[in-house]
């Protein structure tokens, strides 16, 4: 099993830009892709990206690419997600967790998911 912590959310306006980070630990982090998904009030967990365990393969939800950049760094054991030119549409809570079996993109395929934090963007 591995602890997932997320931190960096909170409140911006609209065009700015947050990073949140993640920390993993319990496993061979540098084995695991992970991912980040967020959910908004009355909706359903949205996937938001994912990376390959060496970071080198990344995969994003349409309405994020050119606007999010999913990196990691394996000597902490650490990703983070920098999110630029923010809209409003992007509140939710993000979630952090470890890609298990399945679809990428599919909630249900990951495990280890962290406690969330919140990022709330202003118009």
């Known amino acids: 099993q591995v602890h997932v912590v997320e931190s960096g959310g909170g409140l911006v306006q609209a065009g700015g830009s947050l990073r949140l980070s993640c920390a993993a630990r319990g496993r061979a982090f540098s084995s695991l892709w992970m991912g980040w998904f967020r959910q908004a009030p009355g909706k359903e967990r949205e996937f938001v990206a994912t990376?390959?365990?060496?970071?080198?393969?990344?995969y994003y939800e349409d309405s994020v690419k050119g606007q999010f950049t999913f990196s990691r760094d394996n000597y902490k054991d650490m990703v983070y997600l920098q999110m630029n030119s923010q809209k409003p549409e992007d509140t939710a809570v993000y979630y952090c967790?470890?890609?298990?079996?399945?679809?990428?993109?599919?909630?249900?395929?990951?495990?280890?998911w962290g406690q969330g934090t919140q990022v709330t963007v202003s118009s």
């Open positions: 967790a470890t890609l298990g079996s399945g679809t990428y993109y599919r909630w249900e395929s990951y495990h280890d």
């Open positions: 990376i390959s365990g060496n970071g080198i393969t990344t």
